[in-house]
């Protein structure tokens, strides 16, 4: 599975948009962008995953370069309970669903 | 929906006691993962199966064991508690169509958070 690179932290102002980069260079043709998020110390909570294609859902888009070398996960309107930590994976979309943890980027979310 | 329980959710234990962490699903999924993720990192797998009587390594498996009698628990197994077990652990689980390759989220548990003094 590819590594991904995400900044440690960062900081949005409630009600404004968060965008969350991440960079996955030696993505292969067959590996799916993943989001998780975990607040606090509670389990990681999916958000979204996507392949090729911009992906939106209830909770957040995410926009993948056409080269797809890089993506960035938009929370639109972001609150004080989007404080958290989001995580960026990359994996094959098939058989053994295996996630690899990194760091994560540390998001807070501030009045 | 329960969705993924996971019991106790917090525990003292000595070193060289045993205990087994529970994971239980009701979702009718496949797959089930146990990680442990230490303090300001990220999650590490332990073990995981692909199906009822089917279990394989992951990650960091030593000092572990699982089994797989049916599709709704998991088990995690502590055989010899040693300090470096300390750690949150994490039960998730999964849908994978293996004939049409899906690539369905894993949904997780609240952690049980053990401590081996």
């Known amino acids: 599975d590819a590594k991904t690179t995400q900044p440690t932290s960062m900081d949005c102002a409630e009600g404004r948009a968060a965008n969350l980069p991440c960079n996955h260079s030696t993505i292969s043709g067959n590996e799916y962008v993943y989001w998780y998020r975990q607040i606090h110390s509670q389990g990681p909570q999916y958000i979204i995953h996507?392949?090729?294609n911009n992906e939106t859902n209830e909770m957040a888009s995410l926009i993948i370069t056409e080269d797809r070398k890089s993506s960035t996960l938009i929370l639109p309107h972001a609150t004080l309970r989007d404080t958290a930590v989001y995580y960026c994976i990359v994996r094959v979309g098939s058989g053994y669903n295996k996630l690899i943890f990194g760091a994560g980027t540390r998001l807070a979310v501030h009045p | 929906n329960a969705g993924v329980t996971q019991t106790p959710k917090f525990r003292i234990l000595k070193i060289g006691q045993s205990m087994t962490l529970q994971c239980a699903q009701d979702m009718n999924h496949n797959y089930m993962y146990w990680y442990r993720q230490d303090p300001g990192m990220g999650l590490k797998l332990i073990y995981y199966s692909v199906g009822a009587g089917i279990t394989d390594k992951g990650e960091v498996p030593n000092g572990y064991n699982v089994s797989r009698s049916t599709t709704e628990d998991f088990p995690l197994r502590l055989e010899l508690a040693a300090p470096s077990q300390t750690s949150v652990y994490f039960c998730a689980s999964s849908y994978s169509d293996r004939l049409y390759h899906s690539n369905q989220p894993q949904h997780f548990g609240d952690g049980t958070r053990l401590s081996i003094l």
């Open positions: 996507g392949l090729k």
